[in-house]
């Protein structure tokens, strides 16, 4: 079956531009989580969502990041005026449920930002 | 504080050696899950294997088998007879279910360990 999808795949943007990062989850995942991994480094989470509903952000780094999942399928990660720091690859993941499921992970979308 | 440990950052092998990565987490809670994830040149993290808290029972899949020991905060991975496709990122993760909702299914990472296996 489909696995996880993510795109774009590459995003680069000039500093201080918004952008937005789409996630497909795999049909019937009723959780979906978002994790930044720098160069070199493991996966960092940032925020998850039960259906539609955002259980934690305390992830995320700064006002300036914001995710939705408005029908509780697809989800978009935002980032707004960026900055350099925020480049790295956004990766998202599903899975059945949350403690202890295994998480399904898209090929995620490496943002660079010039 | 970290709570996984994965201390070795690049091993690299002969095909056919065997391998041990290694993996230390640190929890409070008595109830929480492992797991091992690959990730190879292409990027897309690949789930591997999920162990409970309560299950210290080894688990042995084709050439790869896991040993998990509560008593050392330990779940090293062994590769047997290593192979060039086996070349990858491996992470080590931990999730907690200690009844917090909030930290309630999120991934600890650790910094993962670059195996690279030669021909």
């Known amino acids: 079956g489909a696995g996880v999808s993510q795109s774009p795949r590459y995003k680069v943007a000039k500093r201080g531009q918004d952008v937005a990062l789409r996630c497909d989850p795999i049909s019937g995942h009723v959780s979906l989580f978002w994790y930044q991994q720098a160069l070199g480094q493991g996966p960092e989470f940032l925020t998850y969502f039960q259906n539609e509903a955002q259980l934690d952000k305390s992830g995320l780094p700064s006002d300036r990041f914001f995710a939705e999942r408005p029908e509780g399928s697809v989800s978009t990660l935002k980032i707004q005026r960026t900055q350099q720091e925020d480049s790295a690859v956004y990766l998202c993941a599903s899975s059945l449920g949350l403690a202890g499921y295994e998480q399904y992970f898209g090929p995620g979308t490496r943002l660079t930002v010039t | 504080a970290q709570k996984v440990t994965q201390a070795q950052t690049e091993i690299s092998v002969v095909e056919k050696e065997d391998v041990t990565l290694d993996c230390v987490y640190e929890t409070r809670d008595t109830t929480y899950y492992l797991f091992w994830y690959k990730q190879p040149p292409s990027g897309e993290l690949v789930f591997l294997i999920r162990r409970n808290s309560f299950d210290e029972q080894n688990e042995i899949s084709g050439r790869y088998s896991w040993n998990f020991q509560k008593s050392t905060s330990s779940f090293n991975f062994t590769i047997t007879a290593s192979q060039v496709v086996d070349s990858a990122v491996y992470f080590c993760?931990?999730?907690?279910?200690?009844?917090?909702?909030?930290?309630?299914?999120?991934?600890?990472f650790g910094r993962g360990t670059q195996l690279t296996v030669w021909p």
């Open positions: 993760a931990l999730s907690e279910a200690g009844g917090r909702g909030s930290t309630l299914g999120r991934l600890y």
